[in-house]
């Protein structure tokens, strides 16, 4: 099944002298549980295009559609409940709230959504175990090292069981191990539990773990690969 489908889009920055064309053309289509990775130096369009796809930024033209909304089309009214129903997000610096514990910054997107705390409290739970970050709940960020903030930023974002996760640069502000131990929980959130993630990096350890990679520079998807294609039976 499709959740994600981007229809050759453009997005140009200023104006008359001082135009920029931060995304040139880009296509592509992502499957459910899909982990595909976008992958390309500085300056090449990378948190653009995770920006448009995200509701943030506009398109300048071209289409966005994610499990069946046309984003591109969405007016503003919808586009709160759209981003907290169908999106879940995962930033470099973790972006955790400072007054609340682990346990509540994950429980936030579940209380908004109106459900009851019994099934907060098990949805919570589940996902923590998933994550190895069950003993840290009851602590506030600044108590816990950048690698736990960060997993208790995915189980924020996979714990409304959204269709696309999008995560922008999630291991740049994380040492090595950190960084390792992340992306093994990307591993287990698009395996146990099928969710689909697009990762931006211009990091091509970060970028080894997804299962496909889209290259892209100026703007361009100007190539692809899939792991373990030549194993794969098509
Ligand atoms: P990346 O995330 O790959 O580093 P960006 O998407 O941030 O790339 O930038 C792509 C291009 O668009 C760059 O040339 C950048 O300078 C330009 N750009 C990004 N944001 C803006 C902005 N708000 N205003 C003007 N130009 C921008
Ligand atoms: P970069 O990839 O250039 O290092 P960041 O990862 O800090 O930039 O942020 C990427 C983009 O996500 C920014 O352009 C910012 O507008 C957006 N962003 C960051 N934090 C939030 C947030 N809490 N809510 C909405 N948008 C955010």
Do not use: W
Not at 82 to 87: G, H, K, N, P, Q
Not at 165 to 192: M, Q, V, W
Not at 215 to 230: A, C, M, Q, T
């Amino acid at each position: 099944k499709n959740i994600l489908s981007v229809e050759n889009i453009e997005k140009y920055y200023g104006k008359k002298e001082v135009i920029t064309k931060a995304l040139d053309g880009i296509s592509f289509k992502v499957d459910k549980a899909e982990f595909v990775g976008i992958m390309g130096p500085s300056g090449s369009g990378k948190t653009t295009l995770l920006n448009c796809i995200a509701t943030i930024d506009n398109v300048t033209t071209g289409n966005i559609t994610i499990n069946n909304h046309e984003v591109t089309k969405l007016k503003f009214k919808k586009l709160d409940k759209f981003r907290r129903d169908e999106l879940g997000f995962i930033f470099q610096d973790f972006n955790l709230l400072d007054t609340l514990t682990g346990y509540e910054n994950i429980a936030l997107a579940l209380t908004i959504q109106e459900r009851k705390p019994k099934e907060i409290d098990s949805l919570i739970k589940k996902v923590a175990e998933t994550l190895g970050i069950s003993d840290v709940l009851k602590k506030y960020p600044y108590q816990m090292s950048g690698g736990q903030q960060q997993r208790v930023a995915c189980a924020r974002a996979i714990v409304t069981n959204p269709s696309l996760i999008l995560a922008d640069e999630p291991t740049g502000a994380l040492d090595s191990k950190s960084a390792r131990l992340l992306l093994e929980s990307f591993e287990k959130l698009n395996r146990s539990l099928e969710a689909t993630i697009l990762l931006v990096t211009h990091d091509a350890f970060t970028a080894s773990y997804t299962n496909r990679i889209l290259f892209i520079k100026d703007g361009k998807i100007f190539n692809e690969i899939v792991r373990g294609s030549d194993s794969r039976k098509e």
